[in-house]
């Protein structure tokens, strides 16, 4: 007489070793996809963070340009070589021209402060273009009524860094 002790097993009773690797290659494989799409992730909102950055910093200029519309008209916006000028920080004030270089000033001070390498420049130009060489200056025609604000700063990119430029243009 058997009993039911002595009679083998009919059905899968647990997993076997090469299953349990399997599953681990398989689950590996997904956590090592799910880290590569967080850091690409990071990047991009990175990349995002700097442009964001740049749209708001031209945004800045063009405001303070507009509050400065004596200035802008005797073209002082457009002087690279702009300086502090601490009577404009004061209740004593300054001239337009004193507070267009303080602006520009301070703008440039903020894009190097925000941004890596930022920097920026303003100019009177007909045909603004977005792909001027930041590092030959402002290519611009001086004609028309239109102050383009151009901001660059360098980008980490796949295989090394990219210069980026935002421009954005006014009629003040």
Known sequence: MTTAENTPPTGQS???????????????IGLVGFASLQMNSLQVNHVAL???????????????????RAGVTQGHYDDPSAAAHTDCTTTAGCNPAELAENDVYEWNQTL??????????????????????PAAGPACDGAGSLHTIYVTWTETVKGGAATRTFSVSIKP
Not at 19 to 27: K, S
Not at 123 to 133: F, G, L
Request: aromatic share 6%; with cysteine; hydrophobic share 45%.
């Open 14 to 28: 647990g997993f076997t070793m090469v299953e349990v690797l399997v599953t681990l290659v398989v689950f590996s």
């Open 112 to 133: 190097a402060d925000d941004l890596p390498d930022g920097q920026g420049f303003v100019c009177v130009d007909s045909t603004p273009d977005a792909s001027v060489n």
């Open 50 to 68: 700097m442009r964001s950055m740049a749209t708001i910093q031209a945004q800045d200029l063009a405001d303070r340009m507009r509050a400065n």
